[in-house]
Antibody
Framework: EVQLVQSGAEVKKSGESLRISCKASGYSFTNYWIAWVRQMPGKGLEWMGI????????RYSPSFQGHVTISADKSINTAFLQWTTLNVSDTAMYYCARRTVITPGWFDPWGLGTLVTVSS | SYVLTQPPSVSVAPGKTANITCGGNNIGSKSVHWYQQKPGQAPILVIY???DRPSGIPERFSGSNSGNTATLTISRVDAGDEADYCCQVWDNNGDHPVFGGGTKLTVL
């Protein structure tokens, strides 16, 4: 079974750093793009960026470029989303999702999400 | 950048048909995918390639796409279909996915 298991909820303060993870299983991790998607409270889905673990090719949404870093570790089948400086406005649910091999494609499955809460 | 427009909400009585639209410039030339997100849960794919259903998705879910509007149709709606529904395409360069704002389906 293809699964994406995300790390647990985080509570941080403004200015702190954070890395959350998305561990893949049930398929060849290096052959599929993994996307990160933000959902702010009560709002819709926003694409943040995407990584191809096979060669770490990474693309960012202009809205998130420079504020987050997406990476992957092939040895442990895990993708990461990282902040060096969190803002209160980063409070949101963050999902990882696998893009189909067929391009441009759709996203399936999705992880259950990691809730990030940032206080001042 | 490419923009997808969805109505914020749609209401339908049980047993009736719900139509959820997704508008975009010449969206009929793109492949549209639909996700269902129930409260407190992650999104799941319900329609891909405009009208195909993943395994496990009931036949009551169908899709169409033409001109400037794609439509997700849910027939014989029941309370379990209450959720947010979001459409997705790729931008004109095929580099970035674009999500619609989502539509909350309420079963009366």
């Amino acid at each position: 079974e293809v699964q994406l298991v995300q790390s647990g909820a985080e509570v941080k303060k403004s200015g702190e750093s954070l890395r959350i993870s998305c561990k893949a299983s049930g398929y060849s991790f290096t052959n599929y793009w993994i996307a990160w998607v933000r959902q702010m409270p009560g709002k819709g889905l926003e694409w943040m960026g995407i990584i191809y673990p096979g060669d770490s090719d990474t693309r960012y949404s202009p809205s998130f470029q420079g504020h987050v870093t997406i990476s992957a570790d092939k040895s442990i089948n895990t993708a990461f989303l990282q902040w060096t400086t969190l803002n209160v406005s980063d409070t949101a649910m963050y999902y990882c999702a696998r893009r189909t091999v067929i391009t441009p494609g759709w996203f399936d499955p999705w992880g259950l999400g990691t809730l990030v809460t940032v206080s001042s | 950048s490419y923009v997808l427009t969805q109505p914020p909400s749609v209401s339908v009585a049980p047993g009736k048909t719900a139509n959820i639209t997704c508008g975009g410039n010449n969206i009929g030339s793109k492949s549209v995918h639909w996700y269902q997100q129930k409260p407190g849960q992650a999104p799941i794919l319900v329609i891909y390639y405009d009208s195909d259903r993943p395994s496990g998705i009931p036949e009551r879910f169908s899709g169409s796409n033409s001109g400037n509007t794609a439509t997700l149709t849910i027939s014989r709606v029941d309370a379990g279909d209450e959720a947010d529904y979001c459409c997705q395409v790729w931008d004109n360069n095929g580099d970035h996915p674009v999500f619609g704002g989502g539509t909350k389906l309420t079963v009366l």
